[in-house]
């Protein structure tokens, strides 16, 4: 049994975080706060209501209209929008290709943020997204920062559209990667960027299980010091 702790987990897209992360949770029994679930739900949301994406103010205003919640599922977290359920359709082309223009916006990210240390006050957490370890749980007591080529992650995210039926080419699939992680880290409002205090770990080449086992001796290390 372990103290009910803070796990941080960031990278970039496609690098493993919530496969790792929700593993993780289960196996010590820690709520999985998935945070990229939450900003692709808003842009949804602003998709939805026909807004002008580019548009700051006018996707801001939708906030207040705008309630996230989660349930447990299986395979995966399920994911609701004013209580209707958003699961799938939040990880279409069309989120994912517009999610960080939209996640870029300060009050959208203050709305999230305050959302996520709500749900982190609750016990032990583990939370996965681009700026949990630098911005949303500073005090975190485990950073990991996941990272693998954009070759890798591709080929990774290729696999998982073909499994769905999904016809996107692997070179669409590199492009559309690199241009979000360049978006991430050049946005002014909490960039995509490693802690300072946390652990980088190339999972370029591993499976799963190795990651996660890599993950577990490097939150081992950090609560023996
Ligand atoms: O799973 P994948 O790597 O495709 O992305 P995600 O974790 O679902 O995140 C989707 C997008 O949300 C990212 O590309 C970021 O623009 C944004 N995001 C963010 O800005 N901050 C976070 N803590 C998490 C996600
Ligand atoms: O959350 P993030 O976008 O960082 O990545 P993910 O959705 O957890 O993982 C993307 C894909 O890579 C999933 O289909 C995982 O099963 C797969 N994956 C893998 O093949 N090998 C790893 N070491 C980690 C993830």
Redesign the pocket.
Known sequence: IMNPIQIA?D????????????ILATDLNFVYV?T?AMYRTVTLAAIKAGVTLTDEETVVALLPKIDISFKPGNPVQRVFLNDEEVTDDIRSVEVTANVSIVSAYGEVRTAMTDLQRNIASEGGVVM?GRDIGTTVLPKAEVKIF?I?SVH??A???F??NQ?KGMTTTLADLETAIEKRDYLDSHREISPLKKASDAVELD?TG??????VAEVKRIIENKLQN
């Not at 990278?11 to 929700?22: C, E, F, L, R, Y």
């Open positions: 987990i990278g970039p897209a496609s690098a493993g975080k919530s496969t790792i992360a929700k998935d990229g996965d996941l693998a890798e992650r080929v990774r995210r696999k998982e499994a999972t591993l499976s799963i299980s190795e990651v």
